[in-house]
T-cell receptor, first 114, second 114 residues
Framework: SQQGEEDPQALSIQEGENATMNCSYK?????LQWYRQNSGRGLVHLILIRSNEREKHSGRLRVTLDTSKKSSSLLITASRAADTASYFCATDMYSGGGADGLTFGKGTHLIIQP | NAGVTQTPKFQVLKTGQSMTLQCAQD?????MSWYRQDPGMGLRLIHY???????DQGEVPNGYNVSRSTTEDFPLRLLSAAPSQTSVYFC?????????????FGQGTRLTVV
């Protein structure tokens, strides 16, 4: 079953504005990752935040993590047309002997209007 | 750098046919995995491998087989294709099973079963 759920499902903003998307998850995690997927392409890793971190920055990206609320947010500042893509949060999943894989949410589809 | 390479990019199968989706990585990663992506469902883990000779089932393994004879290759076999297996398939690799590092994804194989 899917762990992460992104919100909103779709977001349309003007170029230059900031875009914020949220992710909620159900069980305890070791880390949370955000990925971007351009239409028809594979996923590209954006940023990883560990469970003992609260905030992380990478260029125009800012990720926060609130383990008490089991939620994370991804902020993209000064958006560009090239940021148009789907964004997924992913958490590690375990079944006893170590990590089995990543569990993904359904994604937020971001459209940047020129 | 090639990264993760998947072939073919597109495939149409008839119900009952079998085929193998190929995945190769050149980063010497121990951990490899297969996901399927369906509209509105995000990515779901099919099978994964933590090293040559070791494979295990993910969330949705039925109808698929995998093997890992080398570190580089992780093929996914559809034994008897069904329309429910129409999907986009992604192969991913990462440095270790702990998944504390990013996952690298291939470009995907779009499979249609008629």
């Amino acid at each position: 079953s899917q762990q992460g759920e992104e919100d909103p499902q779709a977001l349309s903003i003007q170029e230059g504005e900031n875009a914020t998307m949220n992710c909620s998850y159900k069980t305890s995690i070791n880390n949370l990752q955000w990925y971007r997927q351009n239409s028809g392409r594979g996923l590209v890793h954006l940023i990883l935040i560990r469970s003992n971190e609260r905030e992380k920055h990478s260029g125009r990206l800012r990720v926060t993590l609130d383990t008490s609320k089991k939620s994370s947010s991804l902020l993209i500042t000064a958006s560009r047309a090239a940021d148009t893509a789907s964004y997924f949060c992913a958490t590690d999943m375990y079944s006893g002997g170590g990590a089995d894989g990543l569990t993904f949410g359904k994604g937020t589809h971001l459209i940047i209007q020129p | 750098n090639a990264g993760v390479t998947q072939t073919p990019k597109f495939q149409v199968l008839k119900t009952g046919q079998s085929m193998t989706l190929q995945c190769a990585q050149d980063m010497n990663h121990e951990y490899m995995s297969w996901y399927r992506q369906d509209p509105g469902m995000g990515l779901r883990l099919i099978h994964y491998s933590v090293g040559a000779g070791i494979t295990d089932q993910g969330e949705v393994p039925n109808g698929y087989n995998v093997s890992r004879s080398t570190t580089e290759d992780f093929p996914l076999r559809l034994l008897s294709a069904a329309p429910s297996q129409t999907s986009v398939y992604f192969c991913a690799s990462s440095q270790d099973r702990g998944l504390i590092t990013e996952a690298f994804f291939g470009q995907g194989t779009r499979l249609t079963v008629v």
